[in-house]
C-alpha cells in the first residue's frame, strides 16, 4: 500500500471512531463526514475485494504506462522526426540554389484522392490539391520531371496549387516525381514568379536532391519495416535509433562494439572497409585479441577468409575453416597467422548492393556460432551499411546546401553566416576584415551573344582565378550572377586592394576560350574594411557593393575603395 493510500485509510478510520462517541445531530458537518465516510468504506471494500477492477481502469486510463506501447510510439516517433528532416533538408537545399525559388512537397493520397502538402517554404502553396491536378499529376503519367510555364496551363490549375492573388503570367516551375524504390508517390514543385530568374543548371542540381530524397525515402521506409519485424533485436536497433548525423563517427564505430560485446561470444571483433587508395580493405575496428593486427591495417581480400564476405558479397560461417580452405590466410600472406581463430563469422557492409567492406566475428574454439547469431550479424550489419548510407547522405546535404552547384564556391546564404560569424570573431579579438566585392562587367551581353552555356564556363573559370588567388583561410562565395565575394580574414583594407588588382589584372588577361568561342573579359571591384567603413555586415556590403559601382560607372576594369 502506498504512502498516500496509508493516510487516506488513517483518516477514515479517525472519522468513524468520531462519529461513534460524539452526540447524534443531524447539522450540514454530521451528515457530509457521514456520506464522506460511508464513500470511502465503499471504495476500500472495492479496492481489496475486487483489485483487478482498479487494475483494469488504470490501464484504460494510462495506455501509455504499458512499456511496449512506449516503444512502439518512440520508434515511430523517430521515424517520423527523420522523414520531417530530410524534408526540411531537401527544401533548404533546394533554396540555397535560388533564393528565388519557393518549394512544395507534396504526397499523394489515394484514399481522399488528393495531393497531400508535407513541407513548403512558403505559404503560398496549397494544403490539398486534387489528384488530377496537371502540374503534379504529369510525373505520374509521363515518369520523369516537367518544367511548365504560365502560359501552358490553365488559371484554373495554377490556382488550384498555389494561392497568389494576381498572376503576371511570367511564372514557372519545375516538377520532379518523388518515389518510393520505383512506386512515384508524390511530386516535387519549385514555383518562380519569372522564369528569367532560373540559372541553365537549377534543374540538374534540383534533380540531385530529388534523388537524395527518394533514396532517404527509401531507407526510412526499410528502417519502419525493420522496427516492426525485429522488435527482439532492440540493442541492435538502439544502434540505428540512437544514431546522430551530426555525431563523430569514431563514438558510432564505439556503439556498434559494444552492441556487438553484448550480443556476442567471441575472441577478436573487426570491422573493415574498402580502401579508397586501392583495393585492399583496411581496418577500423577492432576488439578482443590485439597480437595479430592493430586498427589501421590493409590487407588484401583476396586469399583471405576476412575478406571473403567482401569478395563474395554474401555472409560467411565456418568452424575449422582452414580445413575448407587450406590455402587461404586470415589476412594475407603477408601477415604471419601464428594465433589462429577456428571459427569465423562474417557478414558484408554494403552502399548500394555492392559490398564496401566487412564485419567479422572470429572464436579461437572450432564451435559454429548458433542461427540465430549469424541472423543478428547480418542485421547489425545492414542497419551499419544504412547508417553509413545517411552518413553519406547527410554529407551531400550539407555540402550541397551550402554550395553553388555550378561554381562550387559558397552560395549567398552561407557566405552571409560565415561573414557575420567573422564579424563577432573580429569584435572579440579586434582583428580586421576585407571585404570585396567582384562583378564582371558587360556579362549580359556574354550571355546573349554566346548563350548561356558559354556564360556558364565563362562563371566556373572566373571563380578559379578568384579561389587560386586568395589564402586557404579566406572565404570566397558566389553572392549572386555574375557577382562574387571574397572576405579576406584578419587583413587591413590596405592589404586587401594589391589582391583585387592582381585578380582584375588576371582576369583582363585571360582570354577565355571554348568550342571555338574566344572573348576577353574584365571585371570590377569595390572593397570595404571592417572596422574602418562599418563595423556590421549591412554596412559594409553596402559600401564595398556602392565602391564597385562606382568603378563599373568609370569604364570598369578596377578596384574601388568605399569612402
Known sequence: MSFYKQIAVIVLFFIIQLLFFIPHYNNALMIALKGFSTGGLILLMISYAFPELIAIKKNKDNPNDNPNILKDIKDYSLIDNRYLTLLENIKDGILSVNKDYACGIYIADRTSKIFDLKSSSEDIFNSNVELNNPLLRSVFDEKKSKVFNFKDINLENWNQLINIKKWRGSESAFCFPIKNNKNIIGSLFVFIEHFSNINSSDKLIIQNFVDILNQGILDIDVSEIQVLTNKNSNLIQSIFNEFDPESNSDNFFKSVKNACRSIFKYDKLTISFKSNESEDLKVVLTDGFDEDIDEGFSF?????????????????????WKNNFPEMHRFDDSLDDSAYF?????????????????????????????????DLLNLLAENVSKILGWIDIHRQLNRSASRDGLTGLLNHKTFLNRFAKEIDRSSRFGDNLGLIFFDIDKFKSVNDTYGHLYGDYVLEEVSKIISENVRSIDIVGRYGGEEFSVLLINTDINECKPLAEKIVDKIAKKTFLRDGIAVNLTISAGMSGYPLHSDNLEGLIEKADKAMYSTKGKGGNGVGIAE
Do not use: Q, W
Not at 581480400?301 to 575449422?320: A, E, M, Q, R
Not at 557478414?347 to 572470429?362: D, F, N, Q, V, W
Not at 574454439?365 to 542461427?371: D, T, V
Open 342 to 374: 577456428s571459427t569465423v563469422m562474417s557478414s558484408p557492409l554494403r552502399s548500394a548492393g555492392k559490398s564496401i567492406g566487412s564485419i567479422t566475428i572470429e572464436r579461437l574454439e572450432s564451435k559454429l556460432f548458433s542461427s540465430n547469431d549469424v
Open 300 to 320: 588484401n581480400p583476396n586469399n583471405s577468409i576476412l575478406g571473403l564476405s567482401f569478395v563474395d558479397n554474401k555472409s560467411v560461417h565456418y568452424d575449422d
